[in-house]
């Protein structure tokens, strides 16, 4: 049985900083893929971010130089740390696992239960 809890979400001003934790029970993170998703009301869950087993990461375009991925192999957990945060940053944030580095909701076969980030202006 694979869990995915996610923590850190919250409330804070445009331009604060928030980080996001992953943690997993019932498989290794580091033998997987793990990304960060989001999806804000009315609108799909889009891609945010990844870390591959070896440590490397992917973006999107429009968080690239403010969030930052990464991995503790001995907690087995995936943290997201988000600064320079934007009101359009506002969204339930979902962690998920999978074995292929992909953008794509469905390449994906564990989900956690998502925690709400919101940027005020």
């Known amino acids: 049985q694979v869990q995915l809890v996610e923590s850190g979400g919250g409330l804070v001003q445009a331009g604060g900083s928030l980080r996001l934790s992953c943690a997993a029970s019932?498989?290794?993170?580091?033998?997987?893929?793990t990304a960060w998703f989001r999806q804000a009301p009315g609108k799909e869950r889009e891609f945010v971010a990844a870390?591959?087993?070896?440590?490397?990461?992917v973006y999107r375009d429009s968080v690239k130089g403010r969030f930052t991925i990464s991995r503790d192999n001995a907690k087995n957990t995936v943290n997201l740390q988000m600064n320079s945060l934007k009101p359009e940053d506002t969204a339930l944030y979902y962690c998920?696992?999978?074995?292929?580095?992909?953008?794509?909701?469905?390449?994906?076969?564990?989900w956690g239960q998502g925690t709400q980030v919101t940027v005020s202006s």
């Open positions: 998920a696992a999978g074995v292929v580095l992909s953008t794509t909701v469905s390449d994906y076969n564990y």
């Open positions: 019932g498989r290794t993170l580091r033998t997987s893929v």
């Open positions: 870390i591959i087993g070896s440590g490397g990461t």
